[in-house]
Antibody, heavy 117, light 111 residues
């Protein structure tokens, strides 16, 4: 059974960089799309971006080039960096396996990141 | 990327059926058979309940079904149970950027 676990700081200051890592267990990270999705408090889901094969990535254009998603197959991990964060980036961040890009079949538990000074 | 349009809330009585709609465009819902639906309990991660418009993952009850007509996808829940009273999100592949886009979510109330 594939399991995903997000890790990283729960508090980030405005204008700084948000960094999260997702560790995948129970299966290989190779051969799939690996995504980040976020959910601001009380709001809906927003797809952030994904990485796939050999570190290629695709991002939600609404983030205006603030994103970097990378993969480390040797550790079965992938990571998210969001630069120049503001309070609007406060959200629960989920990592997920994306089959496709068509649907998300495995999700992490989610981690709350708060942007505040 | 514009979000797909879902009703903010729907309701139904135990045992009845409810349908949640998800409206998009010919560049997403209408153009591809890649609509998925997720169920989310408070404080929990979303769970995949329908993929590729009408397929159910193993373990999802057949009370949950999906369909699509034109630019609108639908999730139907039959035999409503109290435990179904949570949030539901649709998602579709979007040809605009070769990525996916979510709906705004629908809260289901079981009366």
């Amino acid at each position: 059974q594939v399991q995903l676990q997000e890790s990283g700081p729960g508090l980030v200051k405005p204008s700084e960089t948000l960094s999260l890592t997702c560790t995948v267990s129970g299966g290989s990270i190779s051969g799939y799309y690996w995504s980040w999705i976020r959910q601001p408090p009380g709001k809906g889901l927003e797809w952030i971006g994904y990485t796939f094969d050999k570190g290629n990535a695709k991002y939600n254009p609404s983030f205006n080039s603030r994103l970097t998603i990378s993969v480390d197959p040797s550790k079965n991990q992938f990571s998210l960096k969001v630069t120049s964060v503001t309070a609007a980036d406060t959200a629960v961040y989920y990592c997920a396996r994306e089959y496709g890009p068509r649907y998300f079949d495995y999700w992490g538990l989610g981690t709350l990141v708060t942007v505040s000074s | 990327q514009s979000a797909l349009t879902q009703p903010r809330s729907v309701s139904g009585s135990p045992g009845q059926s409810v349908t949640i709609s998800c409206s998009g465009t010919s560049n997403d819902v209408g153009g591809y058979s890649y609509v998925s639906w997720y169920q989310q309990y408070p404080g929990k991660a979303p769970k995949l309940i329908i993929y590729d418009v009408n397929k159910r993952p193993s373990g999802v009850p057949d009370r949950f079904s999906g369909s699509k007509s034109g630019n609108t996808a639908s999730l139907t829940i039959s035999g409503l149970q109290a435990e179904d009273e949570v949030d539901y999100y649709c998602c579709s592949y979007s040809g605009d950027y070769a990525t996916v886009v979510f709906g705004g979510g629908t809260k289901l109330t079981v009366l």
